[in-house]
């Protein structure tokens, strides 16, 4: 059970707001999500992600076959049941974290071995091992293994691997089509070069998946060449597929990429961030552990209504923060994820009220610092 | 504005349930405190404390007296405001944590003067300071401040700590009644001496106090000691006023004390307890990390009502807390502190019901491990 609706297009640039439906739910889109490496948005609740507005979170398959390992959802009629989560999940596809994560890791056309980061125990994961651990978590939308490259590559390699994903991509429906159930995506990789992203995209779309992700991006090149990549890839991929660019990003890298016809983003920045001190709002970022909010009785973005803003003060904050209290990541992580979901809910609007554009100008004019 | 009122009193023990009327509301007791040392309990929203059933939480004056520091409270109505919890606080003096915590401790007539644990910063603690800070923070219940000693004094030290006590008491009230806003408790000292708790006990009922609180235990000495010295010290207490037994206990240690008279409770071993992967329930305790726990798809206690239980397993507490995942001591916080104010709720209820003993036997009887 999915599929994909287009409801609005933006007329001036490529921007489209739509439904996503899969086996638990719906999703409007473009839509954030937010990350659950371990099978929980770090420090946040089920329902406290309900109330940010969550309509789907991600999980790392990398990381749930090492913690709490496969055999533990055995026990579970999936991710959904383990974490207590109803709405939909996307689970990546292990490829980026054992390429970022992983010790000694050795590719070759079977796969990847690799060892744990956590204990350094072997393992090998394969694009068949890798979908049957995706449909035992029972996940909504399932990823296909991809082989990642530094954004330093060179052509030979990025052809390699782009040409190897192709091939794990074909494994990986194959597997997959045996349950059919839920969604398959296909990754685009290619480096930075654009007639390598154009051969992926063709190759994928040849093959036929539910919906295509932009792979290889925000893996340290810059700005402007992840912007510029992505949306060359984007334009090569089906309208009538959802497009998912993974990994990114900032709040005007989402407002950039949704220009450019993006339809799904994931990325640990809000989390990560808030556990960093760093909050999002509308006027650009704030680090609460700045001494001028020692005796700031004002909330972090007076116009937020997130819990985080309608309860508690900067100098609270600041105070919980400096003191490493566990309530500060909390509390920081709703602020960010609230902030995030927002963004994405106003952008879904003004997509559909024709106002896009119009959007977009004031969301630069109110930032007044960059990030 | 405060006064108690004894609403029934067990027949076969001292065991009593009362009102307590506090400027923030009111309080059934039997009460425990939950600890919230800087102004947060640890992991918990103020709305999360509330859905546990906590009618009021215990702040640290010597912690909120380094972090924030007090000038940040002239910014705010008080605790309450900063921390934006609505119910009553009561605050410690600062006495036990200057001598558990502090640095180059040095104590004198007028006061303690001591270092920071945080950064090593020159401080000095006097009984008037005390009570200013605890009076800045809108405290419901301030404390006196006391000179602790450890259990192993001798009746030298033990008699010179209560008489400076004594003294520091009659400061404390004198400073306090300038406002005479909340209420103002003593502390009985007098080491494990009988005879010093009588004359300690003494001294501050013709000081004049609106409650009595039993210090100086739990700091090492075996059980039975603390259990004789406290029931001995509480049957000396009037029995008009509400009696706090300070920094204490298991449940067990509470049920007993109940038994003895003791109407008031604070203590960290549910919090910290939580946070080392250790949970309650009626049949003893568990630790969450356990291998056992790893398939295992039950609530860690199937009769509790507490959030945590109603919708995670064993399975996936143990995984949140083997991957240090911060909402593990969320969940974890959660149910022990349900537990516990579960528990005095359930002894309220058997005290009014007239059934305290059978409620203590069948406590005992449930519980198959000892904590």
Known sequence: MFNFKIVAESKTTK???????????????????????????????????VECGAQIVLGNTYHLYLRPGCEVFHHFSGLHDFMNWDRPI??????????????????NEDGVAFQSHIDGSSHML????????????????????DECIAHTAGRKASKNALE???????????????????????IVQGGMYKDFREVSSQALIDIGFNGYAVGGLSVGEPKSIMIDIAGFTL????????KYVMGTGTPSDLLELVSLGADMFDCVLPTRNARNGQMFSRDGTINISNSRFKYDTQPVDADCQCYTCKNFSRAYLRHLYMAK????????????????LNLMTRIQDAICNGEFNEFKKDFYRKRKMGV
């Open 15 to 49: 921007a489209r707001s739509g439904i996503l439906t899969t086996a638990h739910g719906q999703i409007k889109t473009p839509v954030f999500m937010p990350v659950g490496t371990l099978g929980t948005v770090k420090s946040l609740t089920p329902e406290e992600l």
């Open 126 to 145: 394969t694009p068949e091992r890798s979908i049957e651990i995706q449909l035992l978590l029972d996940s909504d939308i399932i990823m296909c293994l």
């Open 325 to 340: 209290e566990l309530l500060a990541y909390r509390l920081n992580t709703i602020h960010n994820i609230f902030y995030y």
């Open 90 to 107: 996307l689970t990546d596809s292990g490829g980026f974290q054992v390429y970022s994560l992983a010790k000694l890791r050795k590719i």
């Open 164 to 186: 190897r994903t192709t091939r794990w991509a074909e494994r990986c429906k194959k597997t997959w089509e045996k349950e059919g159930k839920n969604a398959l995506f296909g």
């Open 235 to 242: 334009s090569r991929l089906p309208d009538s597929n959802p």
